[in-house]
């Protein structure tokens, strides 16, 4: 599994997400940047910073 932490991008925030490829991973990291911190734009870089951030978790688990 891919694991995004959003307070790896956004200090304070406990939201995650986690799913079996990237681009899923990325598609609800943006979501939940519009929805909760009101990015109305998202852009280009920040999807970049988000999949920088992707971790793999199955070492973890
Ligand atoms: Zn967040």
Redesign the pocket.
Known sequence: MRLFE??T??PG?P?HTRADNDAEVVRRAVE??RD??GETVIRENMVDNIKARIVDETQAA
Request: hydrophobic fraction near 40%.
């Open positions: 959003c307070g991008l956004v925030c939201w939940h940047m909760t911190h």
